[in-house]
């Protein structure tokens, strides 16, 4: 059960010299706002602890430059043998695109809150019912007697507000809250958060916006609300990869729309998928994760995504028939 789960985890932690922290491919405000969390939770306890993300998420997304992401590596370091790693906020190994770290035999702490999370750790602490890991971070960081500072109460608080998509989400939930209320104690101003994340926003975002709205297209009545971004609109836009966050919620907030779809192409050659689709439920009759998982993806069930090589048009229709066969099912 969780709280054995939680206790096994906080042992495994405070036992280790040597860790290497991680997080998923294409990380958002709770991969790194739990990543970088745990990094100082770690430190105060004196641990050698490394974060490592793979050198293609550099440079991050513009919204967490605001973080302090000094020491992070993005290459293995030599050491990585003698190191247990901590997964944070990847419910699915595919995730990780660096095969070092997926290699078996070693020691993986897999922290996280997806409720598809495929438990490859050798130790799983997965909360499905938390807001965010950064809330789970949280608890561990008391578990672990950790004070919270207000360096290691940022990065929570921003994993927090963004997983929550500002405390607007259904995991808005009082937990959320009061952690979050913890946090503006232990020194957080959520107006400087608040502008560093969401305001400061590059032009380049909102041109690439304005290609997403002139791509949209609905599909069965509207019940299916889908945007395309090919490479011409990030180049015309002069956009890069993280600049497209943000506008599915746009699409899912659309009069009428029950799932909003944004599928963009991949930017870089080589990758896993010619597509990479993100999936927005606008009802609870719809679970999202589902139609990722069938697609070889997952996720929550408001919030999910996939990669493929499936042909757009063959995409869409898998989307639509699953989207339809989930509402006849509720209704
Ligand atoms: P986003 O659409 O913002 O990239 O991701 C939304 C949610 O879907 C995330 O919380 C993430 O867990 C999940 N997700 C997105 N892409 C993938 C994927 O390729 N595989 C898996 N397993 N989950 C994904
Ligand atoms: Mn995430
Ligand atoms: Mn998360």
Redesign the pocket.
């Known amino acids: 059960d969780l709280a054995a789960a939680e206790a096994a985890v906080v042992e495994e932690l405070r036992s280790a010299d040597k860790l290497l922290l991680t997080t ?1 491919e ?1 990380p ?1 405000g ?1 991969a790194l706002g739990s990543l970088l969390g745990m990094h100082r939770v770690l430190r105060a306890l004196g641990k050698d602890v490394v974060m490592y993300l793979s050198p293609k998420e550099f440079p991050l997304p513009s919204e967490y430059r605001h973080l302090d992401f000094t020491g992070i590596l993005g290459e293995p370091p030599a050491d990585v043998d003698e190191r247990v790693i901590v997964f944070l ?1 990847c ?2 190994i ?2 990780m695109p660096v095969a070092f770290l997926r290699d078996g035999g070693r020691h993986i702490v897999n922290v996280d809150h ?1 409720h ?1 999370n495929t438990r490859f750790g050798a130790f799983n602490l997965v909360d499905p019912v938390a807001s965010s890991t950064a809330e789970i971070v949280y608890r561990l960081a008391r578990a672990l007697g950790v004070e919270i500072t207000a360096e290691i109460a940022e990065p929570l608080y921003t994993g927090i507000v963004t ?1 929550t998509g500002r405390f607007m989400y259904e995991n808005a939930t009082p937990s959320a809250h009061r952690v979050a209320a913890d946090l503006i104690e232990a020194g957080v101003e959520p107006y400087e958060v608040y502008r560093k994340v969401y305001e400061n926003v590059p032009l380049a975002r909102l041109r690439l916006l304005e290609r997403a709205i002139a791509n949209l297209e609905r599909f069965d009545d509207g019940l299916l609300t889908v945007s395309r971004l090919t490479r011409a609109d990030f180049e015309r836009a002069g956009a890069g990869e993280a600049d497209s ?1 943000g506008i ?1 919620e746009k699409l899912r907030a659309v009069e009428g729309t029950a799932v909003a779809a ?1 599928v963009r192409e991949q930017l870089t050659d080589g990758r ?1 998928g010619q597509y ?5 439920a606008a009802t609870r009759d719809v679970d999202v ?1 589902e139609i ?2 069938a697609l ?5 069930r408001q ?5 493929t090589d499936l042909p757009y048009e063959q995409l869409i229709e898998r989307v639509r028939s699953a989207v339809a066969a989930q509402l006849s099912r509720a209704n």
């Open positions: 998923h294409n958002d709770d906020d419910g699915n595919d995730r997806h598809d997983d966050e599915v944004l896993r990479k689709v993100s999936l927005r994760s990722a998982r070889g993806g997952g996720g929550h919030a999910a995504g996939f990669t």
